[in-house]
């Protein structure tokens, strides 16, 4: 049915990592809600694929000793969603990843494929971005690790090196603890459609909840790759809660984002998405913290 030339099962992750050395040019599929599309265009036909899609070790959600939440990739986005941990600690993925597609593609669908497919529009990588993730990539040499910031190259490309698998993400405690967010997805139908933007914020207050103790705000299709918009959170940072500081927000993140035309979307309107996604946004990051207007 699909075009490929060979597809190799590997058995475990060790056995996956020779198979990938083995075979560089094979590419890696997972639950191939990307890579099976392509295949049916004829894009990627004749290539080899190693599956990893049954190896359960690179599946599932635990919280570390230290606290740090570690996201096998593998996990579906149906999972991820209705898994505890992220419930209590991070629900700004979850509600995140229940935007993407519909209910076959949560369920087929992985939170590795997602960012490893390095779309700007992946409906998880602005909040995993604003989470400061960290990726545990493997390889038959060992284990690499790389701040998910910078992990993407440019439109399409990631930091993903011949014979290499992402193995694991990681949200460590100092980066949630106590921060409350919100993901707005702007799409032109409600499901099975990709963002025309997307903005992920999250904050910490000061203890009085007067104040922002720290921000974070990233975008999809603000640019190129999924970007946090660093220039407006340092800005940002100490500021009251009043009115004015969803104006300010606004205005500053400006700075940080290169939207463009395409059919979706006019690069003015993306503009004035980018604006009002970030108020709204951190209007419900800031009450969900206990702030008041
Ligand atoms: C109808 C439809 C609707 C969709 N809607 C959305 C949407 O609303 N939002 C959204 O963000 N996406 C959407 N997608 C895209 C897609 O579902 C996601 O990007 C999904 O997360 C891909 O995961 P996968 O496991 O299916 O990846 P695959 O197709 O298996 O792989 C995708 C890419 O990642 C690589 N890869 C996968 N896992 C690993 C790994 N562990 N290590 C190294 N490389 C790896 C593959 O080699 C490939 O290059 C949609 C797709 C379809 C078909």
Redesign the pocket.
Known sequence: MYDFNNIYQPKTVKEALEMKKAHPQA???????????QCREGKLAGRDAIS??CLDE?RGICLEDDGTILIR??TS?SHITNNPIIQKYIPTLGEAVD????PQ?RN????????????T?????TTLKTYDAILE?ASVDGIRILPYAEFSLGAGRVD?REG????GIRIKKESYENTFGKYI?Y?MRKA????TLGCSVNVRLSKDKSKIDRVRISFGVAGPVPLRATSAEAKLKGLDITPELLETAAQAVMEDVNPRNSWRASKDFRIQLIKELTRRALKSSVEQAGGKF
């Open positions: 590419l890696t599929l997972a639950g191939g809600s990307d890579i099976l599309i990893i899609y690179l990739p593998l986005f935007q993407i597609g519909g593609i087929v669908g992985t939170i590795g494929g997602n960012i490893c497919n390095g779309v529009s992946a409906d998880s990588a990539i993903l290499e698998i992402l193995t997805k799409s099975m459609d990709i963002a």
